[in-house]
Each structure stands twice: as structure tokens, then as C-alpha cells.
């Protein structure tokens, strides 16, 4: 006899999946065999919009506690370039701030503008490669063109030209 499961069943089951990604750990959690969960998650709107309303929510709550904890990291690096890392002397066992080098003070600022420029949707590095090719292309334009100049009329009109006929 096939056991019937309600509306809260369904949803309760594609919650669980949501968190745990798998039809099997689902089964396991809920009760209910792997084969009927695989058919909701294959045939049920519902399932995918339950599945992706908590998916919603914990991405909510993953952003706010990162958020957080990122805020608490720039407060410690900021903290450290003002004062210094925290050393113990090994005699005496008092600790004291010491300043950061150079090297880790170029590295703290590199990472900062780097995620700073991801962010603002800005490129994090410049490449000459474009410049290259244009200049490729340019000498390319030169051998198979002998009335190819700087300026490109000549060239122009060659490919109008050829256009035409």
C-alpha cells in the first residue's frame, strides 16, 4: 500500500534537502524513501520553490555573518598597522606591539585595493597584451597592404573597393 504525505511533509522534506544537498541524507532525516523525495524534486514546482526560498534565506544569514566577520577582520588588520602584531618576549614573558615590516604592510594594502576594486566592479590588474595585438595587427595590415599607412585611408578605401566589385 503507497503511504500518502501531506503538504507539510513535502515542504518540511525539500527544507531538508535545501540544507543538506542530498536525497539521500533527506530520506534519512525525514522518513521518507529516497525514490518518492527524487520524484518531488523532479516533478513538484513546489519542491524547487520551497528549495530555493530557504536556500534564500540561509544565504541571507551566510552573508550576514560574513558580513560581520569581515567587518571584525578589518577592524584587527586596521588595529595592527596603527599599533603593531602582538609579540611575548621569551625572557621575560611581557608582550608588546611591534610594528608590522614593510613587506607585510605592501601586502595588507595589495589585498585591501585588490578586493576594494572587485567590489567597485573595477579591474584588480592592467594588461598590455590589447596593445600588443593592435600593434601585431598593425604590422600584419602592413605586408599584406603595401599602401597601408599610419593613418589607414589608403586601406579603407581598398576594402570599399573590394566591397564594391
Keep these: 500500500m503507497k503511504r500518502s504525505y ?10 531538508t534537502y535545501a540544507v543538506t544537498g542530498s536525497v539521500v541524507k533527506t530520506a534519512e532525516i525525514v ?7 527524487s520524484d518531488w524534486k523532479a516533478d513538484s514546482p513546489e ?7 530557504i536556500r534564500r534565506e540561509k544565504d541571507a544569514e551566510l ?4 558580513t560581520e566577520i569581515i567587518a571584525r577582520c578589518s577592524e584587527e588588520v586596521r588595529d595592527r598597522i596603527e599599533h603593531g602584531d602582538w609579540k611575548r618576549d621569551a625572557r621575560s614573558g611581557e608582550t608588546y606591539r611591534q ?4 613587506k607585510d604592510l605592501a601586502l595588507v594594502g595589495a589585498i585591501c585595493y585588490d578586493k576594494r576594486q572587485l567590489l567597485r566592479n573595477l579591474p584588480t590588474s592592467r594588461s ?13 595590415l602592413r ?3 603595401p599602401e ?18
Excluded at 132 to 138: D, G, K
Design 6 to 15: 501531506t503538504r507539510e511533509d513535502r515542504q518540511r522534506a525539500a527544507a
Design 31 to 37: 522518513g521518507i524513501p529516497h525514490r518518492t523525495l
Design 47 to 53: 519542491w524547487e520553490a520551497t528549495v530555493s526560498r
Design 63 to 66: 552573508d550576514a555573518h560574513f
Design 99 to 102: 610594528p608590522l615590516s614593510a
Design 128 to 140: 598590455s597584451s590589447a596593445s600588443v595585438h593592435v600593434e601585431e595587427l598593425r604590422a600584419s
Design 143 to 145: 605586408i599584406q597592404a
Design 148 to 165: 597601408y599607412r599610419a593613418d589607414g585611408p589608403a586601406l579603407l578605401q581598398a576594402v570599399r573597393d573590394d566591397e564594391t566589385s
